[in-house]
């Protein structure tokens, strides 16, 4: 095993990582959308969700005057969306004019949820605390949507064949996809991933 020469580099190597939207509006309607890596369960009960975000960033700013957010699943079919609302900022565009995602208004929250997403969660904001440059928003989950095409019970099918999404490094994606292997004595599907690298143009390129 070699050492880890630099510490703030660690956090390559807990890599890949689930990707997600974060959907925020304020009390002036103004809103925003930011791709997320660093999203996690904080309670079961209450119903916690935390998203830790950049000091800097322009969601953070709308956060700050919000009372809520939502985070939304995504899938391979919304992977170039997905890359342009992290690389541009909202400070001058409207992130969902700009792509091809569609807002909707959320059932128990001011921000709004993806129309195209796989589930969209609906979080009211309990606690904001600053770890370094980042800060740490717990939201109590209070309601949400999902596409009863993916999940079953409440749990996502393993015939899913949009793909999830996660974060490899840099401008690469794996996408979860499912291979049925019907030339078998035995049929069966499997899952496996496929990397995506995107360009500076965010156009997609299989790998």
Not at 68 to 93: Q, Y
Request: with cysteine.
């Amino acid at each position: 095993m070699k050492k880890i020469k630099n510490p703030k580099n660690a956090r390559r190597y807990i890599y890949p990582m689930r990707t997600y939207l974060l959907s925020t509006r304020n009390k002036n309607n103004k809103s925003n959308l930011i791709t997320l890596d660093w999203v996690m369960p904080v309670s079961i009960n209450p119903p916690l969700l935390g998203a830790s975000i950049g000091v800097n960033r322009f969601s953070e700013q709308i956060l700050k005057s919000s009372e809520d957010f939502v985070i939304s699943v995504p899938t391979k079919n919304m992977l170039e969306d997905v890359w342009f609302a992290g690389t541009k900022s909202g400070r001058n565009l409207d992130k969902f004019q700009e792509t091809d995602l569609t807002k909707i208004e959320s059932k128990m929250v001011n921000s709004y949820s993806v129309e195209e997403a796989v589930a969209n969660i609906e979080c009211e904001i309990r606690e904001k605390k600053r770890f370094g440059d980042h800060f740490l928003y717990v939201g109590e989950i209070v309601g949400g949507t999902y596409n009863d095409d993916f999940f079953d019970n409440e749990r996502p099918l393993m015939d899913l064949e949009s793909g999830l999404l996660m974060h490899l490094n840099s401008n690469k994606f794996l996408e979860e996809n499912i291979e049925d292997f019907n030339h078998s004595p035995i049929y069966y599907r499997q899952l496996f991933l496929r990397l995506v690298e995107l360009d500076e143009y965010s156009k997609c390129k299989q790998l």
